[in-house]
């Protein structure tokens, strides 16, 4: 069980991660890209990654971009967890209610030190 204070302490880590966009890791071009550097973060901590929204295109493909990015340009180990994206055909979630709500759990049930909330097509699509 989560306490409330670890809850809170992980939120500071989600509220931080959220801000960053997916695309600036996924398709990384531009290698002067300054990482910004958060106190709380130390070598070697994990962020785990959610997606509680809609699904991004060719997930696989940006695991792989995300994943090399974070481990050739941040002390950091990212967590992307198996079938993190399942589209669903009604309404064209990442994953069905129940396995979203289950990823938000484990990761705030984790040891991780941050949460990355990924988000997908929106209304680009």
Known sequence: MVTRR???LKTVGVAVCS???LNSFAGIKDTSLNVPSWDFLKEGDVIDVIAPSSPIDDPQERYKKIEKY???NTPFKINIPDHLI???ALLDEANTIWKRAK???DAFSSESKAIWAISGGGLGR
């Open 6 to 8: 670890e809850l809170l």
């Open 19 to 21: 801000s960053l966009e």
């Open 86 to 88: 399942e589209p669903t």
């Open 103 to 105: 990823f938000v759990y």
């Open 70 to 72: 974070f481990k050739e």
